[in-house]
């Protein structure tokens, strides 16, 4: 009896050695693996950087003479952008060039075309600014209210204005959305129970996209109506949009495929797609769940500038940029007008726009390459057509 005790123990014995030793060499390899994944993923960074550089310099040196054809310019420079989507130039209120590059469904054989729909991701943050800008002006609310007067639950940053909000120098962070589909109400209740409060981070200039989701939850509050529905209203409907809608009920006609290339390629394949969820879609709002055409986006961009969805010197109060970054009122505010930039799911999307909303570049990309960002190309068009080099 004695020995059979003993030899089930040292059988235990073994057993828990030789577990505890597989386990050991698991976690060695596992580790090991992760260690490379995660310097491959450093050196495809870095390669993508350094593409990236010499693209924008090949693209910025781009020179052209007076005589030179618009289309021949501003194709040598989205080709030279290995740009993949749809391009529309707009010089004093007249459309000088637009022209589609690449294949907006790859599998299906369907290229994209000058109405084709791309995801405008976070340039939805400027028309979310016009919306709470507009209930500014009707006296419904105040850029100094504190957000405790909305969120009165809210533990941490509860002073933080509505002005911070729209400029990006709150401590306001969201880790992460929610992995189930939600309606809007509960997106911004998920967000408002999850939200993080960096205290360091306030009155600085720091991008977090959870700013302008609790802005939607204020229209939601002040208006007693949907942000889609005031969206739809104020924007689709007052400007009659026809390529304009939210992703969550499809794009519809003329629709496109995201697709994503690895971190260092420029030249396309269409190898991979990047799907979208319903709750990705819904975890957006406010911030970037609505599809356009470069037309449409235009129109936006260009009415807000010319004063037709709020007074002119709202606009310019809404556009002040903050002391520690271009940021302003959901765009950024440079030298020559206005910029603001989309990024996605596959899909980049860029607008330029003088300051009187008469002269833009507008790029729509439904395949999104590290390596070969969409807006030094935009930069440069938007640039030489201000200087006069683009006639």
């Known amino acids: 009896m004695k020995r059979s005790k003993l030899l089930v123990t040292v059988l235990l014995g073994l057993l828990i050695v030789g577990a505890g030793g597989g386990y050991y060499v698991y976690h060695t390899e596992r580790q090991a693996a992760i260690a490379k994944k995660q310097q491959t993923k450093k050196a495809r960074n870095k390669k993508a950087a350094l593409k990236d550089s010499i693209l924008s310099q090949k693209v910025n040196q781009t020179s052209f003479s007076n005589n030179q054809d618009t289309n021949q310019q501003i194709t040598k420079i989205l080709n030279l952008s290995h740009f993949v989507g749809s391009a529309l130039v707009v010089k004093n209120d007249h459309v000088i060039y637009q022209r589609a590059f690449g294949y907006a469904n790859k599998a299906k054989n369907e290229r994209n075309q000058v109405d084709s729909k791309y995801q405008i991701l976070s340039i939805q943050k400027s028309m979310t600014a016009v919306g709470i800008m507009q209930l500014v002006k009707a006296g419904k609310i105040k850029l100094t209210d504190p957000i405790s007067m909305y ?233 030489d057509l201000m200087n006069g080099s683009i006639k």
Request: glycine share 10%; charged share 20%; hydrophobic share 30%.
């Open 151 to 383: 969120y009165p639950t809210l533990k941490h940053g509860r002073q933080t204005t509505i002005r911070q909000m729209l400029d990006m120098t709150t401590g306001f962070r969201l880790k992460n959305g929610s992995k189930e589909y939600l309606p809007e109400n509960k997106v911004i209740d998920y967000a408002k129970h999850n939200v993080y409060y960096y205290p360091d981070k306030n009155g600085i200039s720091n991008y977090s996209s959870v700013n302008f989701l609790l802005l939607a939850g204020i229209i939601r509050q002040v208006t007693g109506e949907s942000y889609q529905h005031f969206f739809t209203e104020r924007f689709i409907d007052k400007l009659d949009l026809q390529s304009t809608g939210f992703l969550i009920h499809g794009q519809g006609q003329h629709a496109t495929t995201g697709y994503r290339g690895p971190a260092d390629q420029t030249v396309p394949d269409y190898q991979e797609t990047m799907p979208e969820t319903k709750a990705q879609m819904a975890n957006e709002l406010g911030t970037g769940q609505v599809y356009m055409s470069v037309h449409d986006l235009f129109t936006v961009e260009s009415a807000i500038l010319k004063g037709k969805l709020l007074p002119k010197k709202d606009v310019a109060i809404l556009h002040t940029r903050t002391a520690t970054g271009e940021y302003g009122g959901g765009v950024y505010n440079i030298s020559n007008g206005i910029r603001s930039h989309g990024l996605g799911y596959g899909y980049e999307s860029s607008v330029f726009l003088s300051p009187d909303g008469k002269t833009g570049v507008v790029l729509m990309s439904n395949y999104y390459r590290k390596a070969a960002p969409i807006q030094p190309a935009a930069n440069k068009i938007f640039a």
